[in-house]
């Protein structure tokens, strides 16, 4: 199968109007703000990527609300998102979008695109092969409608979740946020712009969406696209990091000369510019094998993890330390993106995990 890695003028498109709504409201400013407040994330701007543009539901078809777009538009949208390091719980919801694709889940597809928040209740760090799943138990009400009893912890946009989505017991169940007997716990997060909770079950009443098989099989589809999509993010990521880092150095002077023009900073510039180029083409990659259904997605996916995540990492230090002294400060936005990136290099699997995958998958033993 021949894959085109460009992006289609439509998505250039979606990128430009994307990137000027967030420049309109998401400045670094008001990210900082929402990020210090007790707020779990910007209501408003959720509001505006929801209901009044429709963005978070871009790959739900059109008979239910949505766009009816592909993977790779959704990706788009998370480039642009992670230039801003928006506090949004746009990659949850994402991956809860695919899952229910995957299941034909008509009902909260409409949810979803009408503005309600459907996450996936599983651990932020968990990976899409050698998963670790939450420990959640299965009981029967007296009707035999299911219950649920078990915690998970560190779960990703769910503090203002309408609907949980939750693996148990071999298959997955749909809870409703305001059920009796689930209580969400914000806990200390490192990245204030995505704050994780702990979630807690006590004979929480819940619908049975899937099991067996077909449980396993859109998991597993939800998890790939969660480690694609997370990909691009890093990506948009480290973009933004590696094009503010250029522009200071041309404005700031030491020594009457811009800084930079001293040879050492030009050098780690232009290696962080190779490793970029590198990230946009796996990312690229793993959306287009994910969107068209080719069996290499999950490779793809932890090929695109394994490069992308230590790199946003890296291009966001890379950022702190050629900013100088403003670049420790609360004032400067680069410490939002350092922590960005160092939370999302534990998503969805980290490098590690994704190498051993990688291994595994082109049939190479452990040295």
Avoid at 51 to 66: N, S, W
Avoid at 104 to 127: C, K, M, Q
Wanted: hydrophobic share 50%; aromatic share 4%.
């Amino acid at each position: 199968m021949t894959l085109d890695l460009r992006y289609t003028e439509e998505q250039e498109q979606l990128r430009d109007s994307v990137r000027a709504m967030l420049a309109d409201h998401a400045g670094w400013a008001r990210v900082l703000r929402v990020a210090e407040s007790p707020e779990p994330d910007d209501a408003d701007l959720w509001r505006l990527l929801s209901v009044e543009t429709g963005l978070a539901a871009l790959a739900v078809p059109e008979h239910l609300g949505g766009a009816g777009a592909t993977l790779a538009e959704t990706a788009v949208v998370l480039e642009e998102l992670g230039r801003a390091a928006a506090p949004v719980p746009y990659l949850g919801t994402a991956v809860a979008a695919q899952l229910l694709l995957h299941l034909g889940e008509s009902d909260l597809l409409r949810e979803l695109a009408g503005g309600g928040i459907v996450a996936p209740a599983l651990p932020f760090d968990v990976g899409p092969a050698g998963r670790r799943l939450p420990d959640v138990e299965v009981s029967t009400a007296g009707d035999g409608s299911p219950l649920l009893n078990g915690t998970i912890s560190g779960v990703a946009d769910a503090l203002r979740a309408t609907v949980l989505i939750v693996p148990a017991g071999g298959a997955l169940f749909a809870v409703d946020a305001e059920a009796p007997g689930l209580r969400r716990t914000a806990v200390v997060s490192l990245d204030e712009t995505r704050p994780l909770c702990d979630l807690a079950m006590w004979n929480a009443p819940a619908r049975l969406l899937a099991a067996g098989d077909r449980a396993t099989s859109a998991l597993d589809s939800a998890l790939v696209a969660g480690a694609v999509l997370l990909a691009s993010e890093q990506f948009g990521l480290a973009q933004w990091c590696l094009d503010t880092t250029v522009e200071h150095l041309r404005t700031r002077y030491q020594f009457g000369r811009p800084v930079g023009s001293f040879q050492a900073l030009k050098h780690r510039l232009a290696d962080l510019w190779v490793e970029l180029v590198q990230a946009r083409a796996v990312a690229r990659y793993a959306v287009a094998c994910a969107a068209s259904g080719d069996p290499d997605a999950r490779l793809a996916a932890s090929l695109a993890q394994a490069h992308n995540g230590p790199l946003a990492v890296r291009a966001a230090e890379e950022c702190v330390q050629m900013h100088g002294g403003i670049g420790f400060t609360w004032e400067h936005p680069a410490h939002l993106y350092l922590k960005r990136a160092k939370s999302a290099s534990v998503a969805y699997g980290t490098a590690a995990h994704h190498r051993a995958a990688l291994a595994a998958l082109a049939d190479l033993a452990p040295a």
